[in-house]
């Protein structure tokens, strides 16, 4: 049955019907006013089951069709409404048709768009059915699809006959779709109509409740229900409004359009990740920041927007978790923003234009207005930049921000006060807002804003305060003050008899104390329940307050006795209320709340010490202004631009009758630094001496104002005028030092501020010393500092503010997150540009690369020294000098012991002689002074663990933080043998069980060292590469990728094995062409009987797959449901090992989007730039079709969190593969997610061949296939090469002779291996000649390898040469590249040293090289040995000396050759003479042995091996034919993309070799 049916009027007809449970009044309005021959209802899929019954019903006896399409965005699309035409004409619909659009915005615009065309235009009717589509798009005519080129491209204005608006829909929509049209309520309220506006802060939770309640037809609706009613009408109704004034958007209309332009390009970035309505919210904040920040609109209206968005769930910054954790999010960078903004439809020409608000419920203009650039860019940048000069406002005069303990008293004192009270500079917070709702609901008092915002008039109740209707919460969220003072207040309601008020908050609030408070109240009469966890909220609590002598325990918080002493007049009796249990903290603020009493009317006595007294009768006529002081804090950074730029500036708001302790800072900093200060009981005026001109401070306890200690700081930077006499150090400290004391408690804020200072302002130059209780800065000219420095701002408020004072006076330098200012002063930098005169611009610190894995990480990530933990005697040492060496030149290993001997002499003796205890706390403060460094490897010590100081700074540490592990029986072993170190005093057993689990919790990262073990007796080390790989991985300075750019095709193994064992020893066969391994975790199998193998096994058996392969792992749990072994129940088992896996730095983790997105979604947020998600489905169900919508729905979810999106189909036809590829072809792009997509069964083989990105293949070895259809890599490259995809390409060998070479035998057995088409000839010829020329310029050239005598005349030939090849002055190798270019390398030099490190000959620094030639592969030679690192010399030996002369002379001196024999025993050499020559007279091999490599190929044996292997076992000798093979490799890789198939390639060509030398 419906209920009274609104109406509102649009175009000048009533055709917008508003109601609940419309469908009857839908069917009777139609039937009377539009008869038809055929009513046509279109819907989606979760539309329809819902409320078509309903429909079918209503229209009983008409011709009543229905069509049901796909839910989403893809069906607004040109194929979807050519079906639905075609179906239409199919059912003989004719003119007199009427379309019923019943669904959201999708169904509307598409229903639309038909009805406007279908015969040249029929009638049609919206019913939509979600918020967005009742409020916007069901409203003004606009109808449209989408194309590839973008959304909405093709449409018509074609307006509907009528629109219902039935609420009762809404309540079967989910909770993020409400919030998506919430954004448009509030834009609509925003450039229309303050009161709807205040309406929807005010009431945001009943608005939440009304969609969730159902309504039961018949009954009258509820009042939250009439309220939904009312805020869908107000914003129809401006709609309506706008559309009649202005039907085809020439200039009003635009207005609906604030929040969009930003908004829209932030959506084209994000779609579908994030809905339209998400992407506005944050364009509304960013457009409205825009129009504060051109002087427009005030800090207040900017708050009150982000407020209201925040609790409608809406994002409002692109820092929200929900938009940061999307790999998309690294797109959103300035240029890409401001380049999609350009095609904006309001925009003129080149001029950008863009809604501008002036107040809530204002725009500055009727339109949209012109914005340049630089001013959008400037509210887009995440940094900012302060152009130094002179503040062209000087002398400034403003106010800063109010103070929040001050604001939160006031309103209260307003409320309770009898009359009107207006409050300046009040400051708007979350809190401060929360506290004005509850007042307001418990009609303590009326808000009215004045002068834009500025000023709040309270209407005050005189404490009549009434409890809310039953039902009706007063919900506080997670605001404390609010909470304990409304305690009390909530004591004075009056109501019905039995009536309480019910407060109560979020879960945090749940936790935090009021016990003390109620206790106290209970004691004075008052009654207060605790409803459910006892001493905290929620309360409920009945009138009455009676006073009396009431005792409070005020230990805890001093908001317990500010609470009661507020709201004491208002008690029957008077109060005298007694602070008992010892301390009372923070008596200022108790002083605080005495002191605003007084100002409203009440003397609060004191009587004892801890005693005061409080007449009742209630507060009196409140002042009629009351303004707030400013925080006393933020006025430090105003007064100190003044200081250091030589101008004047005058606060109010702020003075010598301050009740804040900072409020000292310019009586107490400026004016002993030589700045004249002028000040009244509430006004400040700072004018600074010429720049350049402040003094130092010498001695300055800060204790009374420690937040104010940065802003002197930087101003002491750049002092450099001696102090005042009576302040001068006569320690001998330097002339010019400022001793800044007692501001200890600076290094447990929102960063380590004393740290902050001291490295920060290190980048200017500026020398500082810190101390235990502060810091010493030593000034110097502002000309000295450093330009052009980042600044890192901890994202604390204060580091940044203090910065950009700095920056008034020093050049370039970049504030890099600039909103972190936002907890304190959100316009700090607006005011700088507008109030102080100073420019400020943005900087855009995101540049994203353009393939996604490019951007791992940002560079001061990279830059973090890795921190080491682990028990002694696991490999700390050992692992992370190898990790130091390989992560770079400019990396160092520093062991955290060394350190502390440095520092405090033996630590034996020093355990010995002052305790474990001290040590530990010595090694505490040690390592807080380690993680201050960059570009460190810092093995900790074992015991570092122990105490919870070193555990919170290793778990608060932003770099890698990596436990080593290993087998615990190893780790005893060594222990036990160890006695360097000092003894535990306990077993060492249980040290290590102790420890194990503090270990786990502090490191990120593990690096498992079991298998690995460096101790005597066994002697394999732990593997070099593995650990570049995992460290490169986890710093992010080599993620261990694999390359997806565009054109590639890339592939991973499936491992099917329950241990990984057996496969150890082929790995290098298995993974043949693969860029990656699969690890299938769900068919691994313990010893156990379960299905889910345990964490301990996984991670024994990823460290295993680990020594064998470096290849990326792509880490599977695939569950039963997707064609696995794993339970579907064991979502939290599998997780577990994911994270796992996470911890063990597996590059690639197969996420399945079956499982729960809260998951996923934390996942993606924890882990980190290198580790990629790989988001899977896989339709078992054969019911997925790759045109329906299904997959798209699948592909939206995947694309969300996954950084490369998976989705497995079923083929029944060879079509089905093609279907695919368009699919795929339709949602790739720029910016957008790789996608592997594949069909499985037989049928389904092709898209296996055809799909470019980590096609998963299985090989012959393998047990069995991971799925069925998959192919092997030579397979797949067999079948390429067939369907024309794959070209034979001809590689040869250039030179002469070459008849007998082994090359050829080498390549053409590696690419027969793969299953490549490719041939390797020979190429003859005397000269390099025109036939060569053709050779390699021709089409099918893939490659050549390059002998004696060309490796010089080629070189003119080709485009490019690698600097190798360049230094090396010869090319051996010539690779085709993508672009027709020809590029030329050497490999002959890498061939040489694979060898010498293939020989496990250690290289100790200060060992020598003999090279022995001086021909091309001499200079190869010369090469390799220096780029091995760590030479003292390298001699070059030649039979004719003139050569080798020649030859030395022509490379640098920092090779350092020489050309005579060496006088004791070399450690490597190598020969490039004829293998038959005899060995130089007067070369020694001495015992301690070395490595010789013989580059001649005949004999295999040559003299000089020979000579070597006499001179006794420790001399390795290497025949010509190993570098052949190695060199040979690397030159396949070039060509192929591929790791060469070593094993077959090496046994085909030792036995031709064999064959051939008749061995
Ligand atoms: N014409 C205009 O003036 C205008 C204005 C704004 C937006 N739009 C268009 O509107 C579209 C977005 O509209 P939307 O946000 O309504 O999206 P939508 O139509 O895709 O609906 C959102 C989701 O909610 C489901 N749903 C709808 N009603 C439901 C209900 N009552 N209960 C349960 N589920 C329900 C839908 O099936 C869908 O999955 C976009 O295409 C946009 O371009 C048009
Ligand atoms: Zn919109």
Redesign the pocket.
Known sequence: MATTVERVPILGKDSIHVGFRLVDHIRDTLLKTCPASCYVLIT????GP??LDDFKRGFAGQRFLTYLLP???GS?SRETKAEVEDWLLEQACTRDTVLLAL???????LA?FIAATFMRGIRFVQI??????MV?????G???I?TPHG??LI?AFWQPEYVFIDLA??????AR?FS??MA?VVKTAAIWDEDEFAMLEARSVELYTAIQSKSTPGAPISDAQKLLLHVVKASVNVKAHIVTVDERETGLRNLVNFGHSIGHAIEAVLTPAM???ECVSVGIILEAELARQLGHLSQVAVGRLARVLKAYGLPVTLNDPRIAALPASRQLTVDRLLDIMRVDKKNKGDEKRIVLLSRIGKTLEERATPVPDAAIRKVLSVAATVIPGTPSKSPVKMSTPGSKSISNRALLLAALSRGTCRLTNLLHSDDTQVMMAALADLNGARFEWEDGGDTLVVHGNGGALKVPPPGKEIYLGNAGTAARFLTTVCTLTVGEPGARTIITGNARMKQRPVGPLVDALRSAGSSLEYIEGEGCLPLSIAQGFRGGHIKLAASVSSQYVSSVLLSAPCAAEPVTLELVGGQVISQPYIDMTIAMMRSFGVNVERVAEHTYHIPNGGYSVPPAKYEIESDASSATYPLAIAAITGTTCTLTGIGSGSLQGDAGFATGVLEPMGCKVVQTASETTVTGPKKGGLRALGLVDMEPMTDAFLTACVLAAVATEPPLPERRLTDGSPALTTRILGIANQRVKECNRIRAMIDELAKFGVQTKELDDGLEIYGKPIHELKQGVSVHCYDDHRVAMAFSVLGAVVNGAVLEEKRCVEKTWPNWWDDLENKIGLKVEGVDLHTAGPSSEASAGSVEDKDASILIIGMRGAGKTHVGSIAARTLGSDWTFLDADVAFEAKHGSLPAFVAGQGWPAFRAAETELLKDLTTRTKHVISLGGGIVETPEAREALKAYKGPVVAISRDAQAVLDYLTRDKTRPAYGESIEDVIARRAPWFAECAKYEFVNDFLPADEGRTVAASEAEVARFFGHVSGIAPNLVDLSLGKRSYFLSLTYPDVTPALSIMEALTSGADAVELRVDLLQDSSASPIPSVGYVRRQLALLRTATTLPIVFTVRTQSQGGAFPDSAEKEAFDLVDLALRMAAEYIDVELAWSEARIASLARRKGASTKILASWHDWSGGMKWDGADVKKRYAQAAKYGDIVKLVGKANTLQDNFALRRFVDGVSGQGKPPVLAINMGAAGQMSRILNPVLSPITHPLLPSRAAPGQLSYAQIQQALHLLGLLPAKKFFLLGSPIAKSMSPTLHNTGLNALGLPHIYGLLETAEVDESVRAAIRDGEFGGASVTIPHKLAIMPLLDAISPDAQVIGAVNTVVPRADGTLYGDNTDWRGIQAVIRGSDVALKDGWTGVVIGAGGTARAAIYALHKLGGATAIHVVNRSPDNARSLVASFPESYKLSLSLPTSSPTVVVSTVPGTSTPPAGLAFGAQGGVVVDMAYAPLETPLLKLAKAAGPGWKTVPGIEVLLEQGYRQFEMWTGRKAPRGVIQDAVIQGYRVQQGL
Request: hydrophobic share 25%.
């Open positions: 989606d899929t979760n539309v819902l409320y839910p989403g965005e607004k669904g959201g915005g999708v169904i509307g615009d639309g939509p059915t979600t918020l967005l589509a916007d798009s069901s409203v003004g606009k109808t449209a989408d959304k909405n449409g829909f809404l309540e079967t929509l989910p779709e998506n049209g448009e809905l339209h309505g």
